[in-house]
């Protein structure tokens, strides 16, 4: 910065003595071809300068607007600042190393997390106030049997109550849905939560098909209620015969069907 500020006054002091000395001239000396070559030395001057300046606030302007539009990798400081602004160089050269760090571990803890999105066994989709769909992950749409969706009315195909309850749920409440899917009963389990980006409000929704672990608690009730059955009909003591030991045990059921227990 030092040398910049050299040469800036250097070229203000060339170009204030080259217009004292035009002056001397005119007024004193009068020669006419004198005073036209310096005019035209002092116009060159100014014009370099003005060019001096502009270029410096130019290089600077387009640097810090690379900055601003995040475009890192092509960020190279200005060549034509030359050394006279080393020390700024310095500095942002630094400044674009963190730019670029932090960047770097931005996008590998997005991937991270992308992948989490992608592998969990959760469904999950999250949708803005207008039901335009910003993620939907592969659980989500292994569940629902359908492919890459823009707006959850497209779901309005497989049920549009589905959709009408992703639109009502709120935030922290949890529902359940009974849907028919090819044929196929499931049990969703919805969960709602919402957060906010760029300004904007994002409900993400979490489901799980739990038909199955219905189906596992019906089963077990009936099986308990079958063993509690076959207690019943054992009688409370063995009978007793002279002569003669009788011994009994109960072996509850492993399966339950047909019209009794």
Do not use: W
């Not at 014009?47 to 290089?59: A, H, K, Q």
Request: net charge neutral; charged share 20%; glycine share 4%.
């Amino acid at each position: 910065m030092r040398k910049f500020h050299t040469i800036l006054l250097i070229r203000i002091i060339i170009l204030s003595a080259s217009i004292f000395i035009l002056a001397y001239i005119h007024y004193n000396i009068n020669l006419v071809a004198t005073e036209l070559i310096f005019s035209a030395f002092i116009i060159l001057q100014i014009y370099l300068l003005i060019r001096y300046v502009n270029t410096t606030n130019y290089e600077l302007a387009k640097f810090f607007n690379s900055v601003k539009q995040s475009d890192f990798n092509q960020l190279i400081m200005p060549k034509e600042l030359g050394s006279s602004f080393k020390e700024l160089n310095n500095s942002l050269t630094n400044v674009i190393k963190q730019f670029q760090q932090t960047r770097s571990e931005t996008e590998e803890h997005f991937q991270y997390l992308q992948t989490v999105v992608r592998q969990v066994g959760t469904g999950l989709i999250s949708f803005n106030d207008k039901g335009d769909v910003s993620l939907i992950n592969t659980s989500a749409k292994k569940i629902l049997d359908t492919a890459e969706i823009k707006n959850i009315k497209s779901l309005s195909g497989i049920s549009g109550e589905l959709v009408e309850l992703l639109n009502k749920i709120k935030a922290g409440e949890r529902e359940l849905i009974k849907l028919q899917l090819n044929g196929k009963p499931m049990n969703l389990s919805l969960f709602a939560s919402e957060f906010k980006l760029r300004g904007e409000i994002f409900k993400l929704v979490t489901f799980q098909d739990i038909h199955n672990e219905i189906e596992r608690e019906r089963l077990a009730q009936e099986l308990e209620i079958a063993r509690q059955l076959q207690l019943r009909l054992l009688p409370e003591k063995n009978p007793s015969v002279e002569g003669y030991n009788i011994h009994g045990f109960c072996l509850p059921a492993k399966e339950v069907g047909g019209d009794y227990y």
